[in-house]
């Protein structure tokens, strides 16, 4: 499998990731290389094999579909890079807003 | 007596209890350490106020007779682990400066059992690395050198600070997390014990996801008794992880203190056998066996058929996973935001200038393999051949208890080798991925030197949630091995 520069950007752009142009032709050829490297899978016959997700042979537990926290919005917003805006300043737990660029104009 | 930073975690122990040290004398002795040997830059953030308080904290417990498993005993946090109040970078840009308002789980039980805090390592950014060069804030320096040669040598990764840390005497164990080899890996590199545990044994819940269906923390000692004293620490069921497994946890200590393994049937993996394994590891693995065997054990061979394809199946599960799991860096809620004149904008400039290059690259691949019209032939063929992994195992196991294998194909390399080309450097990792595909535990013990001095380690494997017998063969091999070496000038 051989990627180029088109099929590169339109990944990026999936991801999200701002890739610069001059970059597209290396991560081309790494990301060609190593799809190359993985090919090598086909040689396996994998017809009927169940796939794994999980390797847990244990049953894991359930729990009651309960609230089990809350009312820490000040520790939510603690870390907001663009800064909070809170309903209530003298009460931060009262709740608040992460702050973005304008979506709707 | 000996300097407290000589110590074990055991020994530790026994010199605070009969208060030859306090908890205090314990935190200061190891301080200093970190400020002898910062240039090795095994740490982004040092808590040396954290570690007095704490320390202090232990003290006044102690006198009480409040003593926990680790009581007093310093250690060194991956910096992949949330700890409440103290920059959590998973050194990365993109992390920079968060500080987490909650305790991941796993510290929270060292804490509990009386552990003290010194600081956060290095790693690879995100835990995608064997090197620790992808790491934003600087590659970690391996204390070890080959002889007659001043070259800086890697530690490993992506727990490389961690491995370090411990090497250098500057904490008596720390904690790592091992997706496909990063704590075994670095442990061989830097001849000290480390350990990935069962997945499901320990808990994730506040450790940085890299691939969910594969992390695992785990712990990095000197010795294999002080590596079981912390796994029994930081193990058991935690409701906030579904995958932790509700099992009680056993004493892990008491196997590593009985290393009696007469009749323990230990599978050689013909299939690990493969060009490009330096020949001093071969000889060190055949010794290794020979070792066991004198302790009483008997060697098996056993195949498993589909451990080639191991690692390129990796390289699609843990990109998948790791694409998914770091999509929640999008500039909105917390670390690095690059303002842009729209939200895409603001998506694209924050997560193309947070994530370095190798970060970028798995996340690149997993978007791929994940888009429409690829799921099947990639991810979907990835869990098939995860499947036939498992399966080759279980066999395995039906004809003996334990696996004895090389870590790692090479000995530690010099910083900025292997880095042209990112398929050389997935290779280091082709003994320890296999395991990690079936969640099964591993213990990497040093046990030899190559030819230029540097340390070797050699890998056991068991069962699912049999660590016990993992630590029991370890304990044999590192009793077998005598290895006591301690790099020049640490």
């Keep these: 499998m051989s990627l180029d520069k088109d099929m590169v950007a339109r990944i990026a752009r999936l991801a999200r990731l701002k890739v610069p142009e001059e970059e597209l032709g290396t991560l081309a050829g790494e990301l060609s290389g190593i799809f190359a490297w993985i090919e090598q899978l086909n040689e396996v016959d994998t017809n009927n094999v169940e796939p794994l997700s999980s390797v847990s042979d244990v049953t894991l537990p359930m729990r009651g579909d309960k609230v089990t926290d809350g009312g820490v919005a000040a520790k939510v917003l603690f870390n907001a890079p663009g800064g909070a805006v809170y309903i209530d300043p003298t009460d931060k737990n009262a709740g608040g807003f992460f702050t973005v660029p304008k979506v709707v104009e | 007596m000996a300097a407290l930073s000589d110590l074990t975690i055991a020994q530790l122990s026994a ?24 240039a090795l830059n095994a740490f982004i953030t040092e808590t040396p106020d954290k570690a007095r308080e704490m320390a202090k904290a232990s003290d006044a417990r102690r006198a009480k007779g409040e003593v926990g498993l680790l009581e007093g005993v310093p250690l060194a946090i991956k910096d992949l682990f949330c700890t409440e109040g103290v920059q959590t970078t998973a050194a990365s840009h993109i992390l920079e400066g968060f500080v987490p308002q909650y305790e991941s789980t796993v510290t929270a039980n060292l804490w509990k059992s009386g552990a003290v805090m010194v600081g956060k390592t290095n790693l690879d950014e995100f835990a995608m ?14 204390p070890w050198k080959r002889k007659g040669d001043n070259r800086k040598l890697v530690p490993g990764g992506s727990s490389g600070g961690s491995a370090a840390a411990v090497a250098a005497y500057m904490v008596p164990g720390s904690t790592g997390t091992d997706t496909g080899g990063s704590i075994r890996q670095p442990a061989s590199f830097c001849g000290i014990v480390g350990m990935k545990p069962t997945y499901g044994r320990c808990s994730r819940w506040g450790v940085v996801a890299f691939a969910s269906s594969l992390d695992q923390p785990g712990p990095f000692a000197r010795t294999v008794e002080d590596t079981a004293l912390l796994l029994q620490a930081m193990s058991g069921h935690d409701p906030k992880d579904s995958t932790s497994a509700p099992l009680a946890v056993p004493d892990f200590a008491a196997a590593a203190r009985n290393p009696d393994i ?12 493969v060009e490009g394994t330096s020949p001093e590891i071969t000889a060190l693995w055949d010794k290794g066996m020979e070792m066991l065997k004198a ?7 056993v195949s498993l058929p589909h451990t080639k394809y191991a690692l390129p199946a990796y390289y699609i599960v843990a990109p998948a996973e790791c694409s ?4 929640r860096y999008d500039g909105v809620r917390y670390g690095l935001r690059v303002p842009g004149k729209d939200l895409t904008e603001m998506y694209e400039g924050t997560r193309g200038a947070g994530f370095g290059k190798e970060v970028r690259r798995r996340i690149m691949i997993g978007t791929y393999v994940l888009s429409a019209g690829y799921y099947d032939a990639y991810y979907k063929k990835a869990q098939q051949i995860r499947a036939l992994i498992a399966r080759d195992f279980k066999q395995a196991f039906e004809k003996c208890d334990v696996l004895l294998t090389p870590t790692a194909p090479t000995a530690a390399f010099a910083a900025g080798d292997k880095m042209d080309d990112p398929v050389t450097m997935y290779l280091n990792d082709m003994f320890t991925i296999p395991a990690s595909m079936a969640g099964l535990p591993g213990i990497s013990v040093p046990a030899g030197t190559d030819k230029d001095g540097l340390p070797l380690g050699l890998q056991i494997l068991g069962r699912a949630f049999d660590e016990e017998t993992v630590l029991k063969a370890g304990a044999a091999l590192e009793k077998a091995a005598g290895f006591q070496g301690r790099a020049a000038g640490f």
Aim: hydrophobic letters at 40%; a positive charge.
């Design chain 2, 295 to 301: 302790a009483g054990a008997i060697a098996v061979e």
């Design chain 2, 324 to 327: 998914s799991n770091l999509a």
């Design chain 2, 129 to 142: 690395g064997s090197s620790n060069m992808t790491s934003h804030f600087g590659g970690v320096e391996n």
């Design chain 2, 15 to 38: 010199a605070m209890s009969k208060k030859e040290a306090s908890a205090l004398d314990v935190a200061d002795a190891h301080i200093k350490k970190l400020d002898e040997h910062r």
């Design chain 2, 262 to 273: 007469k009749g323990l049937r230990v599978g050689i993996p013909k299939e690990y056998r």
